[in-house]
DNA sequence: ATTTAAACGAGACGGTACGTCACGTCTTAGT
DNA sequence: ACTAAGACGTGACGTACCGTCTCGTTTAAAT
């Protein structure tokens, strides 16, 4: 049986059964087996329902891993080397042990063909990395050095989940977040 | 006018034409604007042609990527710092100045839903990666300092390049080689 | 300007504008000039569209074929060697008048090679004749006999359309028609 | 072991094993099989060794076709019905009994687009009809009855051909004969 | 006896068409 | 207004053959 329309609102069972089916297809196929074809097909929605509400193939994207956002843990060591080591702990372990890091990385790949997803992702990256630097200037150091801190700590996450070293082990995190905090000064 | 067959054997201009298109193409139009059909116009060959050497799209990338293999400047400023300087200002220019940028993040990108791009980025990464912490150990670091050193600066770079931010200025990059200059000891 | 869709069902426009560009190619340039990519030019449709109603070129060309099904002029001249008189006068001028010869061949043509094809053009032949043979048996001959005759003045003027001979002339169609009324009895 | 050429001259065995190629391609998978490239495959031929030989598909067809000019039984039986009956006979037979029915059908394919094998196809039927309208004239018939006869006989031949009734019976092909005959006069 | 000439097999070449897939847009009919 | 459904034009995918071309080999005929 299928879902019908509620009336002149959004439906927030499609919108669920839309998201559900992303998720699961970059779970299960990756990259390659997600198109908006597919997710109609899986989701038993209308394809002009998906554009309604997500402008494009990478907007879906965005959004299924926006699911994920809350799936971080915050972090409050008393220190801003130990805030960086959570941090750092907190993101592979996200990465690894849910669909984030395909999702992730298949975001990441659009953009490079795709100015608008390109830009998308550039504002929530924008947005999560203020997020992150405003936690280290908590720690007494400047903003201009929250955020290059915040921009080493998370291009370096980067390089390791592009090429796939997701699970680097304590010691080199804190190796990585040693080496960083003392560069930032003191 | 036309290339013709010259036997039963691999014609090398025919090659060279498809290789130059593929490169051109993705230095002027990005990843969306490279496909078997785009190459074949533009460097007038038949997309038999194109499938009969490379079996698809992405071995046809590859070797786009492969050509760029030795395109970068070495640099001895006789400092670390200055090392590193000279590594990141080269590395982004030469991203800025060839086509080698767009070509690296297409790459990069296909990489995302192609397990053999995935590995042969891979090795490549990992070759250049050493070349570069031999070249800081000179400065007197460990070697473990040198490798450490080589994936922050890299990292970053690959993010600049994602974000597509090739063109930092001088005095930024001073901050993030001042900064990693200083993390890693003396 | 363009042709769209019109919803969730067949777009009259399109099947029309595809079975015309379908019969003038075969009129102007033959069945080789025949093709999905040339009658999709020439609709200014999509291959996709063709291929979702006829599955392959031989289902379009029986298509084109049976817009000529009503085609012909009836006839009732008195006598049996008139009306298979104007049967193969009307026939000729049919096939030389109209762009149904050249469908006609092609049909033929490709019914030699699709076995589907082939049933599709055996049924809507046995079909007209048994319409040609009741017209034959209002003249007082036997069912059996009007079959016979049906089939040798239909074999006849396949045979001239086969060897391009579509105007034998007033003298020839008499000398065949008075031949096989001689001969089917009295 | 791989053919080779015995000097400047044509080599029979290759001639012989590409016509014996394209005669079984024919027989075993029709004219949607018959590919220049396939009987190159199967006669173990190079492509350009057919096209010194035969100069297109068409050509290479016909050649296969002329192979059969001279399969068919002659006849006499002492009256022109049976002599009808007997051509018939003989001509079902040949078509269903060697490969001459499908290269028959494959050149009439053929014919409909390619004028020039239609030309050699309609000089072929020309020659043999004038054969065939002699051995009726031997009955006392005058030339332009026998050539009358011999038309409506050979295209009931090919109707019969081309919609697969290879195997009428001797009823129904006495009835034919019976009818052609009785119009002829006498 | 050596050279020349042409046929041979192989297979690459630039093309055209095939039939399939997904894109993003559009309209319908129903809730 | 919003839904599922699905048609539309576009255009790339990877494959099959087309007819042409050149390669390097082989061998008979002409020197």
Redesign the pocket.
């Known amino acids: 049986m ?10 927030p ?3 669920k ?2 998201l559900t089916a992303a998720r699961e297809l970059l779970a299960e196929e990756g990259l390659s ?9 899986r ?11 997500w ?4 907007r879906l994207l965005l959004a299924v891993y926006s699911e994920f956002k809350e799936g971080m843990r915050s972090f409050d060591t008393g220190t801003l080397e130990g805030d960086v080591r959570a941090f750092l702990t907190n993101l592979f372990e996200f990465w690894r042990e849910s669909p984030a890091g395909p999702v992730f990385k298949s975001i990441l790949a659009e953009s490079q063909s ?1 100015p608008e997803a390109s830009a998308a992702f550039a504002e929530y990256h924008h947005g999560r990395a203020a997020r992150t630097a405003a936690a280290f200037a908590r720690r007494g150091i400047t903003d201009a050095d929250a955020k290059l801190l915040t921009e080493m700590v998370v291009n370096y996450a980067w390089g390791q989940l592009l090429a796939n070293r997701l699970d680097p082990g304590d010691a080199e995190i804190a190796r990585v977040a040693g080496m960083l905090v003392r560069g930032v000064g003191r």
Do not use: C, L, M
Not at 55 to 58: F, G, S
């Open positions: 299928a879902r019908k329309s509620i009336g002149a609102q959004r439906n069972e499609s919108e059964a839309i087996g997600f198109s908006i074809e597919a997710v109609a097909r989701a038993h929605a209308g394809k002009p329902t998906i554009y309604r509400w402008p494009d193939r990478t795709d």
